[in-house]
């Protein structure tokens, strides 16, 4: 079964400190992978996606194909970074559908 | 450059009622898709679209219908609401290629309460 498997719901960490978000997928063949942000009472926006390999407000992520995982890392958290974020799963072909995580707020204590 | 358009932003409804939430989006993006955002059960999928004419089911698609007579626009009709469906709504398009996609645009979201 296609599923994206994020175990946190809520990660708190202060000022400063490093953040990794946690993703894992199940997928049987080669997905997209994509980290979306939904800053309070915002829409989703799209953050970074694993093919680009790009770093954006100072995050990044790797994707481990041998550990189905997909990783948000930021080595020094701010507390504009508070937000809710989800990882997210597309198939490379055959079908359009998004498959999303439950999503993890990220709280940034000052 | 207005991207994926959602409206009502916000909506109160009584059990019973029916109401169309609409979407539209100006990107000439093949696919569409619904979806609806609950606590601790992140975005489930409603329906989708991949092309003017042809829908199909979500994950959660009871008591939900769509259609999509153009590419722009994507509307989801709630047939008679029930406070089961009270939620946050978003809509999202994004491109139908694979490999380098751009990911989903989304809407800025429908908050619906019904009760």
């Known amino acids: 079964a296609q599923r994206v498997t994020q175990p946190e719901k809520l990660l708190s960490v202060f000022k400063g400190a490093p953040v990794e978000l946690k993703c894992n997928y199940s997928y049987s063949g080669s997905p997209e992978l994509f980290w979306y942000v939904q800053y309070s009472r915002q829409r989703l926006q799209l953050l970074l996606r694993h093919i680009s390999r790009e770093s954006i407000k100072g995050f990044t992520a790797d994707l481990n194909k041998g550990e189905t995982s997909f990783h948000l890392k930021k080595p020094f958290a701010q507390e504009e970074d508070s937000a809710m974020y989800y990882c997210?799963?597309?198939?490379?072909?055959?079908?359009?559908?998004?498959?999303f995580g439950t999503g993890t707020r990220l709280k940034v204590l000052a | 450059n207005a991207g994926v358009t959602q409206t009502p932003k916000f909506q109160v409804l009584k059990t019973g009622q029916s109401m169309t939430l609409q979407c539209a989006q100006d990107m000439n993006h093949e696919y569409m898709s619904w979806y609806r955002q609950d606590p601790g059960m992140g975005l489930r999928l409603i329906h989708y679209?991949?092309?003017?004419?042809?829908?199909d089911q979500g994950e959660v698609p009871n008591g939900y219908n769509v259609s999509r007579s153009t590419t722009e626009d994507f509307p989801l009709r709630l047939l008679s609401a029930a406070p089961s469906q009270t939620s946050v709504y978003f809509c999202?398009?994004?491109?139908?290629?694979?490999?380098?996609?751009?990911?989903?645009?989304f809407g800025q979201g429908t908050r619906l309460t019904v009760v």
């Open positions: 999202a398009s994004s491109y139908s290629g694979g490999g380098g996609g751009r990911g989903a645009f």
């Open positions: 679209s991949v092309g003017a004419g042809i829908t």
């Open positions: 997210a799963l597309k198939p490379l072909s055959g079908t359009y559908k998004y498959i």
